[in-house]
């Protein structure tokens, strides 16, 4: 059974730091797509941040884009999240997510099968 499980969620206040972590079992990721996606109350689900499986290309949310860095550890199937600069319009909760086939980048929910339970995130101003 696959299974994703995100860590290092919790309370921060603005302009600190958080580093999220997602450990997957059940099969290897190496060389999938990964990514990390929120979810904000009443609002939609959305992509953060994403790394392909094979050139580590990335692609970020024009929201995050210079604050948080995605990467991976291929020897230990992770992927993490650096989050730097956080602001309250960043609380939510952060979703890891990996494909089951793709390789290349994916930027949509749609291309990632694998889903984590979820971490919060709360940024207090």
């Known amino acids: 059974q696959v299974q994703l499980v995100e860590s290092g969620g919790g309370l921060v206040q603005a302009g600190g730091s958080l580093r999220l972590s997602c450990a997957a079992s059940?099969?290897?990721?190496?060389?999938?797509?990964m990514g990390w996606f929120r979810q904000a109350p009443g609002k939609e689900r959305e992509v953060v941040a994403t790394?392909?499986?094979?050139?580590?290309?990335?692609y970020y949310a024009d929201s995050v884009n210079g604050r948080f860095t995605v990467f991976r550890d291929s020897t230990k199937n992770t992927v993490g999240l650096q989050m730097n600069s956080l602001q309250p319009g960043d609380t939510a909760v952060y979703y890891c997510?990996?494909?089951?086939?793709?390789?290349?980048?994916?930027?949509?929910?749609?291309?990632?099968?694998?889903w984590g339970q979820g971490t919060q995130v709360t940024v207090s101003s």
């Open positions: 790394i392909s499986g094979i050139g580590g290309r990335t």
């Open positions: 997510a990996a494909s089951g086939g793709r390789t290349d980048l994916q930027v949509q929910s749609s291309g990632f099968n694998y």
């Open positions: 059940g099969r290897t990721f190496n060389v999938n797509a």
